[in-house]
């Protein structure tokens, strides 16, 4: 979904930006476990997110401008869920996407730690969708503080990669 409710702007990449890590010792390390994504890699994901936001645009602007989502009003989640659906319809391509783009030349243990957080990211995007179109308000809730959580963790996976946190991916999460 392009907006995302809990409001955190998280980011994998911005386009071309990111540098190969360096050791405990401080020279390069060009190994695929490296703490950073090389650049070409961070190019890739960077492209994968543009291509995302153009082909799933945003859609329509959220229903209501006073929305608390740690205090939802029951009678307005339907609506909220509903939105949120609309733009999550390109989230199953974009899952599709990050797992496709294999991995880095260097920062593969960074990467699995950014990849894994995105796609539960999403996956509990789409479970706060369900659960405000059901008007499921405790769960709805839950949901909040867990994209909270995982998007704090998205940022951290993200910064220590070397991945900077703006850009089309920023969009994305």
Do not use: H
């Not at 995302?4 to 540098?19: H, K, N, P, T, Y």
């Not at 939802?72 to 609506?79: C, D, I, K, R």
């Amino acid at each position: 979904m392009r907006v995302r409710l809990s409001a955190v702007i998280v980011g994998l990449v911005a386009l071309g930006l990111s540098a190969c890590g360096t050791s405990s010792s401080g020279t390069s390390s060009s190994s695929p476990t490296s703490a950073k994504i090389d650049t070409a890699f961070t190019t890739k994901v960077g492209q994968m997110c543009s291509t995302n936001l153009e082909d799933f645009p945003a859609v329509g602007k959220f229903p209501y401008a006073d929305f608390n989502p740690r205090n939802p009003n029951p009678s307005e989640l339907p609506a909220v869920g509903t939105y949120f659906a609309q733009n999550q319809r390109g989230d199953g391509a974009l899952e599709s996407a990050i797992r496709e783009l294999g991995e880095p030349a260097t920062g593969a243990n960074a990467w699995n730690r950014v990849r894994a957080a995105a796609l539960e990211f999403l996956s509990n995007a789409e479970a706060q969708a369900t659960d405000a179109q059901a008007s499921n308000t405790t769960a709805f809730v839950s949901a909040v503080g867990r994209n909270e959580a995982i998007s704090k963790e998205l940022m951290s996976a993200a910064k220590q990669a070397g991945l900077p946190l703006t850009g089309a991916c920023a969009q994305l999460f």
